[in-house]
């Protein structure tokens, strides 16, 4: 997991770029998912195939935030770059980004339902489908609250770890069976799919990696 500082109350660094207002690493992630979804469905056209294709666009943006946001905290532990100083104060946004990210997604996907947008050809969402938005959204939400300050010193410190492991775990799952039933089942061969397993098994070895030195290095010499 992302390594969280709970010392302090407020963790919420800006960015500064000339005379723009400050903004989150979180507030800046989700604009970019939202114009890259927005684009998206523009580019191909307002409908059942558009909104399909933004969404898809959605879902794979989330997917590479998630992966960076998995990987940031051992990386830098196993060997701690320069950039690491950079990423260091913006541990814990990497998982409120993510959550905004996915939350982007789901949107993509309740939105056009929601209001019943007059699209040829939309079919709507079954309840499988559905169960798995609000499954998702709700998870998505625990692990927003979890990564908070407020959430360590109401919580504690392991009930607080146990919840994002569990949301990890969960997303790792939901990412790596999406990747994996593109790529045995009846779909279009694409790329991305095989490339996300693979960094989806990259990032595993990566914490196991992290965790085995870790032991190590707290072993008696």
Known sequence: MVALDNNGVSDTPKFHIGK??????TGFTAAVAALLTLATIAAVGLGENGIR???????RFSFFVFVVAVVAGPICRIA?????????????????????????????VLVPNLLRLP???????????LLFVLLCGVLAAVMAYAASPQAALRLGDKPQRAI????????????AASGLSHISGPHRPEMFYGFSVSLLVLAL??????????????SPT
Do not use: H
């Open 80 to 108: 701690p770059f320069g950039l690491c100083r950079f990423i260091g104060p913006y541990g814990r946004q990497l998982i409120w980004s993510f959550c905004a990210a996915f939350g982007v997604y789901l949107a993509s």
């Open 119 to 129: 699209l040829p050809q939309q079919a709507g969402l079954d309840i499988g489908m």
């Open 164 to 175: 994002l492991v569990v949301g990890v775990g969960y997303f790792w799952l939901t990412y």
């Open 53 to 59: 294709v933004g969404s898809q666009m959605a879902w």
């Open 20 to 25: 723009l207002p400050p903004f989150s690493l």
């Open 205 to 218: 070895l990566l914490r196991f990696l992290d965790r085995f030195l870790t032991k190590w290095n707290e």
